[in-house]
């Protein structure tokens, strides 16, 4: 094999080639690369990915910090002091924006890490042929020339070439609409076949429905079909629900601070003041209104939850999902795995007379050891039940698969069996119990087969029925011999003989009653979704404690318009023999009567009502396409940790609400008071270095919130952004502060006939302390005193507030910010104000309610 060049590519046309021609092109062959040629390229090609999922890059991130148009609009205030020779005010402006900068940027590169380092431990796999040998490797780590083997259930990790394939199915929505699956087969495409006409090829974005194939890789990353439209496919998602309220609360604070900025610029050239001191003073405010570390904040919280799902076993891929997880009021999920075991045993093998068959057993254990499918619970207990036995398959000789569909419900193997005859295959067939028999036309009768009559027909679906009611899956096998040939198709299918049935159990969890009566008190109602038969679900939503009075069935489903089905499925429960394209259907319908909706599932056919859901929620073992269609990912498929989930989904929601709330109530008070205060003062109030020394050291225990405590009634209900009541907040408890804000006005102006340096002073000394303490009694919305905050909340509000108290006694920042000592009679006044304000704010609180 010759050496590669530097950048290796496959021809323009490559889908046109032959196998063996592009093979070639690419320097590969058919036992794949050698695992140095394949690093080499890895080196030249880079990650097979068509965006990063790493940590951004400090630069980048660091810069972004001085994006903010608010931190423009200061240094465009730094820049005009130092045109009017205002070294000292410039210099204070720009070490301010610089600590919030760096402030800003600490946590959020912080946050990204953390969330980077998450995703990976999601990565996705693939089997790759490297030196002969198959190896389980990171997608990530493909390039052009590698041998991959695809199976149902799988992502396409890269645009490829089909070597092999055998009933291999993919769905292509994607990258063509369709949303039909397909089916690949190797062969050659006309070089100007458009996309949607190339069968011979796979590619990246597409998902495997059903069938296996050996493809090689022709093109990865950037230069798939898909990286070439992935500018259109990764635009900006759907705004979500969270993301919708803190634009429409910036628009709210936008429109305020235009009209303070206005107002105060207009009133101090009434009253003949400098133009670029007002001007100053203005932005200042306005400045001081924005929560202007919220990016930070909610970075920081998210992450910090991030975390504290991932130690509890819920990993979360998309960070807004968080929030949206502690939104949800309806969870829709099948039972096997979450509230079942999950651990499928064979519980018995049966002939048609209800005896155990040791018959059934033997063509079931062969059908199962031989399937290279879908890799499923039933099959690993059958196996498992036949190596008890002592049962191999040394005496078959596979032949030929028809692969699972979610259509025809139904598996077949085709073997050759050692003594039965030169010119013979039998046909091994195993599914659903109706898709069974209804493939048949006799039913086994010890050695013999009859013909299988209407009246034998209903004797079995009666012994089915029972079973089921029982709490049993049961399936149905068949077989027949044929005449050798060397392919199969679906319509050979037919005319076979019923062999028995096949008994599993899957108990119902110890806990699981006692998980769903939790995530009740926890304002979810729990949906089950499931294929299996009426039956089965019945047993075992009685056990759970779930209604069962009004379940729906597929076949219900289908007859009922969209409009009948909204009704039906806020009452149903149990939702069973459900068609995979039903399960949207059925998400839609509760999402169109307002339910906020997350949906459990980890199959093929779960991607659409996954992508549909509010949250879509996957679990680790999951195949491919569901792990990538979900918003969270659990480690392990037990309920109890997804209401853990929800309840730190809802803690992360109501910290980042507190750190808006609060301080821009806190803000809005404190800027409409020295608004006011310009009509009837002969000075500012502040200068415009006060306040944004002010605003940033009360920014400062913000950063704590993510850490805070939240209160068992914000956990107790699914939570909603409502801007109008944030707004609300934001002005009730606002004025409250300005209130205060003007009688302080008054006693230093009027009592204690202060001069402008001492009541700067003052007032800023009040200001700071009353934002900080506000935020020991908002955080709560029950008595303050009987809800500890956090260590690090509590400390760092405490760190700053002595600050506030010492800052005037600091002879540099004397003169550098036009601080003077304060009397002790002066401070004590000001300390009962401080007092008499939380007072005030905890008796409206208990009045309206917090935030």
Same mark, same amino acid.
């Given at each position: ?39 080499? &390229? ?16 400090w630069p980048r991130l660091l810069l972004r910090q001085f994006t903010n148009p608010l931190v423009l609009i200061l240094l465009f205030g730094a820049a005009v002091s130092l045109l009017l020779h205002e070294r000292t005010e410039a210099a204070i402006i720009l070490v301010i924006v610089a600590g919030s900068a760096l402030l800003g940027f600490v946590q959020e590169w912080r946050a990204s890490a953390a969330i980077a380092r998450l995703r ?20 990530? &780590? ?44 190797p062969g050659t495409c006309d070089a100007n076949a458009p996309l949607a006409r190339r069968e011979n090829c796979v590619f990246l974005g597409s998902s495997v429905r059903s069938g296996t194939a050996t493809v090689l890789v022709a093109a990865t990353g950037p230069d798939t079909a898909f990286g070439a439209v992935a500018a259109r496919l990764a635009q900006r998602e759907p705004e979500t629900d969270f993301a919708r309220g803190v634009r ?394 997804? &209401? ?208």
């Amino acid at each position: 094999m010759r050496a590669p060049p530097e950048r290796l590519a496959a021809p323009g046309a490559w889908w046109s080639l032959a196998p063996e021609a592009l093979l070639a092109a690419l320097h590969s062959s058919r036992e794949g690369l050698s695992p140095r040629e394949a690093a080499q &390229r890895w080196r030249t090609h880079g990650p097979n990915t068509v965006r990063a999922d790493e940590a951004p890059a400090w630069p980048r991130l660091l810069l972004r910090q001085f994006t903010n148009p608010l931190v423009l609009i200061l240094l465009f205030g730094a820049a005009v002091s130092l045109l009017l020779h205002e070294r000292t005010e410039a210099a204070i402006i720009l070490v301010i924006v610089a600590g919030s900068a760096l402030l800003g940027f600490v946590q959020e590169w912080r946050a990204s890490a953390a969330i980077a380092r998450l995703r990976r431990r999601l990565a996705l796999h693939a089997q790759v042929q490297r030196g002969g040998a198959w190896h389980t490797l990171p997608t990530s &780590r493909l390039v052009p020339g590698d041998i991959v083997r695809l199976a149902a259930g799988h992502l396409v990790p890269a645009d490829a070439l089909v070597l092999e394939a055998k009933d291999f199915l993919v769905t292509e929505a994607a990258l063509t609409g369709e949303s039909m699956p397909v089916e690949k087969r190797p062969g050659t495409c006309d070089a100007n076949a458009p996309l949607a006409r190339r069968e011979n090829c796979v590619f990246l974005g597409s998902s495997v429905r059903s069938g296996t194939a050996t493809v090689l890789v022709a093109a990865t990353g950037p230069d798939t079909a898909f990286g070439a439209v992935a500018a259109r496919l990764a635009q900006r998602e759907p705004e979500t629900d969270f993301a919708r309220g803190v634009r429409r609360f910036g628009e709210l604070l936008l429109r305020v601070m235009i009209v303070m900025v206005l107002f105060v610029v207009l009133v101090n050239q009434w009253l003949g003041r400098p133009m670029v001191e007002s001007l100053m003073f203005a932005v200042a405010l306005a400045v001081g209104l924005s929560p202007e570390l919220l990016p930070a904040i909610v970075s920081v919280t998210v992450a910090r939850g991030a975390h504290a799902m991932a130690r509890r076993g819920v990993l979360v891929r998309r960070l807004e999902a968080i929030e949206n997880l502690g939104s949800i009021d309806v969870l829709c999920t099948d039972k096997t795995g979450t509230l079942t075991v999950g651990d499928m045993a064979l519980s018995g093998a049966l002939g048609p007379d209800g005896q155990a068959s040791a018959r059934v057993l033997r063509w079931a254990h062969a059908n199962a050891a031989l399937e290279t499918g879908i890799a499923n619970a039933l099959d690993a207990a059958l196996v498992a039940a036949g190596q008890v036995q002592g049962l191999s398959v040394e005496a078959f000789r596979k032949i030929d698969e028809i692969p699972y569909d979610f259509q025809r419900r139904r598996l077949t193997i085709v073997v050759a069996e050692e003594g039965a005859g030169e010119g013979t295959h039998r046909i091994v067939t195993k599914g659903a119990f109706d898709n069974v028999l209804a493939a048949c036309a006799q039913v086994r009768a010890g050695e013999e087969a009859r013909a299988l009559d209407e009246a034998e027909r209903r004797r079995l679906a009666d012994m089915f029925r029972a079973r089921s009611e029982e709490g049993f899956r049961v399936l149905g096998l068949a077989t027949r011999r044929v005449p050798a040939q060397a392919h199969y198709t679906l319509a050979d299918e037919a005319g076979m003989c019923f062999e028995g049935l096949l008994l599993f159990l899957d108990p119902v969890k110890p806990g699981a009653a006692q998980t769903l009566r939790d995530l009740a008190a926890l304002g979810i109602r729990v949906k089950v979704i499931t294929g299996d038969n009426r039956h089965v679900a019945a047993h075992v939503a009685g056990a759970l404690g779930l209604a069962t009075e009004t379940l729906l069935t597929g076949e219900q489903l289908a007859a009922m318009r969209d409009e009948a089905l909204w009704q039906q499925a806020r009452h149903a429960d149990v939702f069973a023999e459900i068609d995979p394209q039903q399960k949207e259907r059925i998400v839609r319908a509760l999402q169109r009567t307002g339910h906020a909706v997350g949906y459990l599932g980890d199959g093929i056919n779960d991607a659409p009502a996954l992508h549909a859901a509010d949250v879509g929620i996957s679990v680790d073992q999951a195949v491919d396409v569901a792990r990538e269609s979900a918003d969270i990912v659990l480690l392990r498929p037990d309920l109890d940790v997804l &209401r853990r989930g929800v309840e730190d989904g809802r803690r992360t929601f109501a910290n980042t609400l507190k750190y808006i709330g609060i301080t821009t109530s806190a803000n809005f008070g404190n800027m409409v008071s020295m608004a006011l205060g310009t009509l009837f003062l002969p000075f500012l109030p502040l200068a415009a270095k006060q306040i944004l020394l002010n605003n940033f050291l009360s920014d400062l225990p913000s950063i704590a919130i993510s850490t805070d405590r939240v209160d068992p009634e914000r956990l107790a209900a699914p939570q909603r952004w409502q801007v109008k009541d944030l707004q609300r907040f934001m002005i009730v408890f606002g004025l409250i502060s300005t209130v205060f804000d003007l009688l302080t006005f008054l006693l230093l102006h009027r009592w204690f006939h202060a001069d402008e340096a001492t009541f700067q002073t003052a007032w800023f000394s009040v200001s700071l302390l009353t934002e900080l303490a506000v935020v020991l009694v908002l955080r709560t919305r029950g008595a303050f005193w009987r809800s500890a905050p956090s260590t690090l909340l509590w400390g760092t509000t405490l760190a700053v507030g002595v600050l506030a108290l010492l800052l005037p006694l600091l002879a540099p920042l004397q003169s550098l910010f036009g601080f003077v000592a304060l009397s002790p009679s002066l401070l004590a006044a000001l300390l009962g104000v401080v007092l008499a304000y939380l007072v005030a704010t905890e008796l409206l609180k208990r009045r309206i309610g917090a935030a």
